[in-house]
């Protein structure tokens, strides 16, 4: 069934094309897979059952000897089979040259995969997402200093040099006076 409509506007909408529905809907959609029209309930390729839902979609598949991901997109059955098979007979497949990556931290031994890993901006060290930070994987931009103290060196100073009137606990209890500040903008 292809065109839609009434008889006032025949142009107007068209009919769901799947076998079951044939409902008119004036909003179709028309799936890129198989270039049919569907309604809204109709419209996704589970529903519709597409034979072509996968085409725009990129398939991989795992070798298991080597662990190394190897495009099969458009392939099926005997054809992916075949894909495999020869990458299992090229030089690229070595189950003794594949070792498991590791998380470079002490103590840690997550194993690093596509989507557990991070790479350090400073330092380009892959690490797992548990010690993605600076500090976490002890890198070594968080230790250098550039033009003087670091942040965390100068934090130390800025302590070390208060007198301990503030937070002291022997001075009763009472309140410490407020800090002396200068404006360094006055109102006028």
């Known amino acids: 069934m292809g065109g ?11 009919h769901c094309e799947h076998p079951d529905c044939h409902q008119l809907d004036f909003l179709p959609f028309t799936c890129n897979g198989c270039q049919q029209v569907f309604c809204l309930e109709h419209r ?11 085409h725009g979609s990129r398939k991989v598949s795992l070798c298991e000897r080597c662990s190394l991901a190897i495009e099969t997109t458009g392939k099926y059955g005997e054809d ?10 090229s030089k690229d497949c070595d189950p003794a040259k594949y070792k498991k990556q590791r998380c470079p931290v002490r103590r840690c031994k997550e194993i690093l995969t596509f989507s557990n890993s991070a790479t350090c901006k400073s ?12 500090a976490d994987h002890a890198c070594e931009r968080l230790n250098m200093r550039p033009n003087g103290p670091s942040v965390k060196c100068k934090l130390v100073d800025a302590l070390s040099q208060r007198n301990g009137t503030d937070c002291s606990k022997d001075n009763g209890g009472k309140r410490s006076p407020p800090p002396k500040t200068l404006r360094s903008v006055e109102a006028f």
Request: proline letters at 5%; aromatic letters at 6%.
């Open 80 to 89: 992916e089979k075949k894909i495999m098979r020869e990458h299992e007979k």
């Open 123 to 134: 330092c380009q060290i892959k690490v797992c997402l548990n010690h993605r930070f600076l």
């Open 44 to 54: 996704t390729y589970k529903s519709h059952q597409c034979p072509k839902s996968d």
């Open 4 to 14: 839609g409509g009434t008889e006032e506007f025949p142009d107007l909408g068209r």
